[in-house]
């Protein structure tokens, strides 16, 4: 079975803070593929990034990067410099080849200015 | 960019009574997705639909529930008889294919039971 654990139910962090919000996985899976998505306090759900099982490499985009470590079935997201905007409960997510997308339970991020 | 649209945004509704709420996903994508998330819980799969079937559903999906492509954009999930329990934000999605591809949310449906 799928299944992904976010640990952090809720983090608060002071405005221009470097913040980590982990994501641990289970799979049995070969090929699968991983996604981090946001929802802000509107309520609507935003993709951020997704990373298949054979892609490791790290990746960074603006003030947002991903540590994908198969090793330790991770999937680590951090922003740095924190910014008020960033406020909300971020999830993330596992789909394997055939299986539906399975959510973790999110972490609320507070960036307190 | 192209975006899942969701109507309405907002649904009060007895219980007991039918409710049908409705999307237009992107117009390339060819995979389409109800999900459902209780308030402040997580995000739980309830179906997937392809090539005018259902291809996946969850165990919270029974008889209660259906969906439906009437016509070539909208796609529709219904519920028969409103349970006080439905009171939820209901996503849908779509996406281009059932694997890699990330799939694009719609802005939810808040379903209210009264």
């Known amino acids: 079975a799928q299944k992904v654990t976010q640990a952090q139910t809720e983090i608060s962090v002071v405005e221009k803070e470097d913040v980590t919000l982990d994501c641990v996985y289970e799979?049995?899976?070969?090929?699968?593929?991983l996604f981090w998505y946001k929802q802000p306090p509107s309520g609507e759900l935003v993709f951020l990034i997704r990373?298949?099982?054979?892609?490791?490499q790290n990746e960074i985009s603006g003030r947002y990067s991903w540590n994908f470590q198969k090793s330790t079935s991770s999937f680590n997201f951090t922003i740095t410099a924190s910014q008020v905007v960033d406020s909300a409960v971020y999830f993330c997510?596992?789909?394997?080849?055939?299986?539906?997308?399975?959510f973790g339970k999110g972490t609320r991020l507070s960036v307190i200015a | 960019e192209p975006e899942v649209t969701q109507t309405p945004s907002h649904q009060v509704t007895q219980m007991g009574q039918e409710v049908i709420l409705r999307c237009v996903p992107i117009?390339?994508?060819?995979?389409f997705y109800w999900y459902r998330q209780i308030l402040g819980q997580k995000v739980e799969f309830l179906v997937s639909?392809?090539?005018?079937?259902?291809?996946?559903k969850s165990e919270i999906f029974d008889d209660q529930f259906s969906v439906e492509r009437p016509d070539g954009s909208n796609f529709t999930l219904k519920i028969r008889s409103t349970k006080l329990e439905d009171s939820a934000m209901y996503f849908c999605?779509?996406?281009?294919?059932?694997?890699?591809?990330?799939?694009?949310f719609g802005d939810g449906t808040r379903l209210s039971i009264l």
């Open positions: 999605a779509s996406s281009e294919s059932a694997g890699h591809q990330p799939q694009h």
């Open positions: 799979t049995r899976d070969t090929t699968y593929y």
């Open positions: 990373r298949n099982s054979f892609d490791e």
């Open positions: 997510a596992l789909k394997g080849g055939n299986t539906p997308l399975v």
């Open positions: 117009s390339n994508h060819l995979y």
């Open positions: 639909f392809y090539n005018n079937e259902i291809s996946e």
